[in-house]
């Protein structure tokens, strides 16, 4: 299986003027879009509205926050606002790998295409 990265921008939309842009993976086993927590303060002020214990896919727990509202945008589909997960995460080669949960993907709402390594636009929405 391949790896799927997409362009994003997270906002806090209470002071647009707090904005970051970063490539994350696609991860359909994440919930949210799960932040490293090195970076909560580059978005300014967010309510925090749990702190929880997080299992990783590794199967080791950690401390996370549950904060928000965030504006996401993933490049090519429209915003949303939601919560975003910030966790400690450890840079890999300098770069932390932030994640993009089914969350924000059925909010945008786009679907994964494994054979072309990407996101695409889901066209219909279930309503039943």
């Not at 300014?44 to 945008?73: F, K, Y």
């Amino acid at each position: 299986m391949g790896r799927i990265t997409s362009f994003v921008t997270v906002s806090n939309p209470l002071d647009p003027e707090k904005s970051m842009n970063f490539d994350a993976l696609v991860d359909t086993g994440a919930s949210h879009m799960t932040l490293p927590m090195a970076w909560k303060s580059k978005l300014g002020e967010m309510t925090t509205l749990q702190d929880l214990v997080v299992e990783l896919a590794n199967q080791e727990t950690t401390r996370g926050e549950i904060c928000g509202p965030v504006a996401v945008q993933v490049e090519g589909f429209r915003q949303v606002f939601t919560e975003a997960l910030f966790i400690d995460m450890e840079p890999v080669k300098g770069r932390y790998e932030p994640l993009i949960g089914y969350l924000v993907l059925e909010a945008i709402p786009a679907a994964v295409d494994m054979l072309g390594h990407r996101l695409v636009q889901v066209k219909h929405l279930d309503a039943k």
